[in-house]
T-cell receptor
Framework: DGGITQSPKYLFRKEGQNVTLSCEQN?????MYWYRQDPGQGLRLIYY???????QKGDIAEGYSVSREKKESFPLTVTSAQKNPTAFYLC??????????????????FGAGSRLTVL | QKEVEQNSGPLSVPEGAIASLNCTYS??????FFWYRQYSGKSPELIMS????GDKEDGRFTAQLNKASQYVSLLIRDSQPSDSATYLC?????????????FGAGTRLAVHP
């Protein structure tokens, strides 16, 4: 079955450590995204990528980095510069980025999420 | 003004009733509108998408869009306890220099037997 796989599901980080969250999709989607969700809040966009070797900052990119070396993979690194990293991280993908109103190409499919806790 | 606004709830309805969830948005140029359901500790799943004014029905769910009023709603008929979740409204918009999907904070729905 096609889908998005995120790992690990739970992750604990010590102060000052970098950690990397994995996101792999086999949906043949061009666009991939990383969102952060805090309790009682909506999803905030960290980074997104439309094609391989290209990515753009979202609303809260500070303290995070990404790469897009393969179409299927979009890992997120939470660096020590991110002062409040405890959150639920969601990876998503869509066929295209943009309005795509009639084709539904911009409908997001989400992975199961990764919960990061700073000790 | 928030770009996508939802009442945080909780919205409590009895089993079998109609649940009405509302969402307003600020970008008049938005063309795509989505409702996602999110159970506690899980990732969002798409319930409905709507792109033109009017109603769109899918089983017990009906999405309503009024672009003039910048308003989108979700009706759930014959509500079941399994519908208890947080419902996220998402709107395509151009913000911060790029096109993106903007999420509301969600409305928590509780369906009681």
């Amino acid at each position: 079955d096609g889908g998005i796989t995120q790992s690990p599901k739970y992750l604990f980080r010590k102060e000052g450590q970098n950690v990397t969250l994995s996101c792999e999709q086999n949906l043949n989607h061009d666009a991939m995204y990383w969102y952060r969700q805090d309790p009682g809040q909506g999803l905030r966009l960290i980074y997104y990528s439309q094609i391989v070797n290209d990515f753009q900052k979202g609303d809260i990119a500070e303290g995070y980095s990404v790469s897009r070396e393969k179409k299927e993979s979009f890992p997120l690194t939470v660096t020590s510069a991110q002062k409040n990293p405890t959150a639920f991280y969601l990876c998503a993908s869509s066929r295209l980025l943009g309005q795509g109103a009639l084709s539904g190409a911009n409908v997001l499919t989400f992975g199961a999420g990764s919960r990061l806790t700073v000790l | 003004q928030k770009e996508v606004e939802q009442n945080s709830g909780p919205l409590s309805v009895p089993e079998g009733a109609i649940a009405s969830l509302n969402c307003t948005y600020s970008d008049r140029g938005s063309q795509s509108f989505f409702w996602y359901r999110q159970y506690s500790g899980k990732s969002p799943e798409l319930i409905m998408s709507i792109y033109s004014n009017g109603d769109k029905e899918d089983g017990r769910f009906t999405a309503q869009l009024n672009k003039a009023s910048q308003y989108v709603s979700l009706l759930i008929r014959d509500s079941q306890p399994s519908d208890s979740a947080t419902y996220l409204c998402a709107v395509n918009g151009f913000s911060g220099g790029y096109n993106k999907l903007i999420f509301g904070a969600g409305t928590r729905l509780a369906v009681h037997p």
